[in-house]
């Protein structure tokens, strides 16, 4: 969503949903135009395994705080 609309944003919901497990994670295309530490931290948000994926909150951590927006 960082460069353009969601991934799967163009199939019925229902059939995003049952294309998202077998879909490689989404990457950013144009990775020069963002810096190392946000890729960084997307690269880790888009772990489809939870138990090797970031928590929420380890992901709040003070590396990552630059990335919230409210």
């Not at 939870?50 to 928590?55: A, F, G, S």
């Amino acid at each position: 969503m960082a460069e353009t609309n969601p991934p799967l944003s163009d199939f019925h919901p229902m059939r995003a949903l049952y294309l998202i497990p077998s879909s490689p994670s989404p990457k950013l295309s144009k990775q020069k135009q963002w810096s190392k530490d946000f890729a960084d931290f997307l690269k880790c948000a888009l772990i489809k395994d939870p138990e090797k994926r970031p928590t929420a909150e380890e992901l709040l951590q003070v590396k990552y705080k630059t990335y919230l927006f409210f």
